[in-house]
């Protein structure tokens, strides 16, 4: 049984109270001098697992900061609840669901069950099945209708049946087979959907509809009208059987849609959407850059897994990073968390976590149902440098907020460019270094700047940052990476006594809009009983339909 962690209020605890104080004690000294006071901050503040190094000495903290941290850490049952998700227990309880992303990462000769059943033999199942899957389409013995080989992958889902694959895809193109494309589409927009196929022969083209529930009415709806279009192409209605495949939990509701269950790769309702990219999910990862690089992912993932699992509290990645993330949001009161990837194939990654942190720690009630009192999940959000250094980075080296952030950096090149990455490196650190330590009045003084002057060149500095680097950016990085947060994301929940695993906010949006669907649609005027506002808005929007546009 996991102890329930939030049966005493959070913020009424003794190590609560001390890390308050502690807090009132070090947040106005700067990290200049916290650098000069400890001559072995950097080597001190600094941690390794699965690949990844990560320098925390910028951050606003001492070593009785990480102390008290990790204390809080386990008062609030972290190691319990850590060992409760590897096992299978639901943790998930507001949905009454294990929680089992890591099971999709494990060894062959792994044993995890769910309801007496070891879950390990189904993942490799249908794995092997995608890796024979996308060799034939990679390889062109997978045929299209009219005997083409597949050139074209679209991928049809939302949320976390999108962000993942597109992440994905982006960060590991460089081992991708360039002879096939990629699209992704999500929105219900058709725009979405015009532009991702205009330039594509439907004969080589392959839709992966791609829904955990297959109920859900953006991907249902692109994936009636990939299939109007193929047929329109093709003309004939048999031809989906050769261009449509599924992913999802969802039998019956894939043959309701019409496409072959033998064209259909299973996944589990332990796996929440957002955790789901290792699963078939990411078939279309697979079909880019192979089965073995996929695994290799997986590897990746599962380095992180251990690590996270053995790795004493104080020096083990996610656990720093998530209390670090405790610290700023409810000490501080930082409000957002920045991702800066120094990588230009990382470009959705701040997107994919984005979706990760705020729909897992974006809650407001604990699990014992109280309103909290105390911030949870900052805002994350986060752009690829350099190209943020010359749009919002001014708002942190300046601005009023305080906006800790999370560099990622690799050791080596992308491309065989090899020079940029010099200047991409040199950049990389120097922000962090500015950040940390700004730019004093005495300092702009001697570069010869007018007095008056001076006062709007200062940086402040004391800008807290991670720098989490690795040598490559290749699929076991990537894997590791992204374990890094899903973990560090369940070290917020576990601190917080939060559920990180439900997502009813996005419930919501699922069946809000059932309603105005028909009003919008509706031939006679609909008798409307929203507010005011949102009665107005179905008027405009009818009365310029029935303009005729
Ligand atoms: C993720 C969320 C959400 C979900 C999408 C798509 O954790 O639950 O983003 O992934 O709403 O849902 P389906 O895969 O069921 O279409």
Same mark, same amino acid.
Request: proline share 3%; hydrophobic share 45%; with cysteine.
């Given at each position: ?6 049966? /005493?209020?959070?913020? #009424?605890?003794a ?9 009132? /004690?070090?947040?106005?000294?700067? !990290? ?6 400890? +001559? ?8 390794? &697992? /699965?690949?990844?190094?990560? %320098?925390?000495?910028k ?8 102390? *008290? ?80 080989? =597949? ?9 976390? #049946? ?7 895809? *982006?960060? !590991? ?15 219900? %927009? ?11 022969? $439907? ?20 994936? @009636? ?8 192409? !093709?003309?004939?209605?048999? $031809? ?7 992913? #999802? ?38 079909? /880019?850059v192979?089965?073995?690089?996929? +695994? ?23 656990v720093l ?11 501080? &009161? ?16 701040? $997107? ?6 705020m ?11 109280? +309103?909290?009192d ?31 952030? @999370?560099? =990622? ?52 500095g ?14 076991r ?16 929940? $576990? ?15 699922k ?20 507010d ?18």
């Amino acid at each position: 049984m996991i102890r329930d962690s939030a049966e /005493a209020p959070l913020t #009424s605890s003794a190590t609560w109270q001390a890390l308050a104080e502690h807090h009132a /004690a070090i947040k106005d000294v700067h !990290l200049r001098k916290l650098f000069v006071d400890d +001559r072995k901050r950097a080597v001190r503040f600094t941690a390794e &697992g /699965a690949g990844i190094f990560l %320098d925390y000495s910028k951050n606003r903290i001492t070593g009785e900061t990480v102390a *008290l941290l990790v204390k809080l850490a386990e008062e609030r049952g972290l190691t319990e609840k850590r060992a409760a998700m590897f096992r299978g227990d639901k943790i998930n309880v507001t949905e009454r669901r294990a929680v089992l992303h890591t099971a999709l990462r494990a060894p062959r000769d792994a044993v995890i069950e769910v309801d007496g059943r070891n879950v390990v033999p189904a993942v490799h199942a249908v794995l092997d099945r995608m890796a024979d899957f996308s060799t034939r389409v990679r390889s062109g013995a997978w045929k299209g209708h009219t005997g083409k080989r =597949i050139r074209n992958v679209v991928n049809i889902g939302i949320g976390g #049946s999108h962000v993942g694959p597109e992440m994905a895809y *982006l960060a !590991l193109r460089r081992y991708s087979d360039r002879n096939l494309r990629f699209r992704f589409i999500a929105n219900v %927009d058709g725009a979405a959907f015009t532009e991702a196929t205009q330039d594509l022969d $439907a004969a080589e083209t392959l839709f992966i509809v791609s829904s955990k529930t297959f109920t859900t009415l953006e991907t249902m709806s692109n994936a @009636d009208v990939a299939r109007a279009w193929l047929i329109n192409k !093709l003309g004939d209605e048999s $031809a989906v059987a050769k261009h449509f495949a599924a992913v #999802s939990t969802n039998a019956a509701g894939v043959r309701a849609f019409g496409i072959d269950t033998s064209n259909m790769f299973e996944f589990w309702d332990w796996v929440g959407g957002r955790y789901s990219l290792d699963s078939a999910i990411g078939l279309s990862t697979m079909l /880019a850059v192979g089965p073995e690089n996929f +695994r290799a992912m997986l590897a990746g993932y599962y380095d992180m897994d251990v690590h996270f699992r053995t790795t004493p509290l104080d020096r083990n990645l996610p656990v720093l990073l998530g209390l670090l993330t405790v610290w700023y949001a409810d000490f501080f &009161g930082a409000e957002t968390l920045a991702v800066l990837p120094y990588a230009q194939n990382l470009a959705r990654f701040p $997107a994919y976590l984005q979706q990760l942190q705020m729909e897992s720690s974006g809650k407001c009630v604990d699990l014992t149902r109280r +309103r909290v009192d105390y911030g949870t999940g900052p805002i994350l959000w986060g752009e690829p440098g350099t190209d943020g250094q010359h749009s919002f980075y001014q708002l942190l080296h300046q601005g009023t907020h305080l906006v800790p952030a @999370d560099f =990622i950096g690799f050791l080596e090149p992308m491309s065989p460019l090899a020079a940029p990455h010099d200047l991409l490196t040199a950049n990389l650190f120097a922000q962090a270094e500015g950040l940390a330590f700004g730019k004093t009045a005495e300092e702009v003084a001697a570069e010869g700047v007018e007095a008056a002057d001076v006062p709007y060149r200062v940086m402040e500095g004391n800008r807290p940052s991670n720098m989490l680097l690795a040598e490559r950016l290749d699929p076991r990085t990537l894997g590791a990476l992204i374990a890094l947060y899903e973990h560090s994301v369940f070290v917020q929940g $576990a601190v917080w006594g939060i559920g990180s695993f439900d997502q009813w906010g996005v419930e919501l949006g699922k069946v809000l809009a059932e309603k105005i669907i028909g009003e919008l649609r509706a031939a006679d005027e609909p008798k409307l009983e929203h507010d005011s506002s949102t009665n107005a808005l179905i008027h405009r929007y009818r009365e310029h339909r029935a303009r005729g546009h």
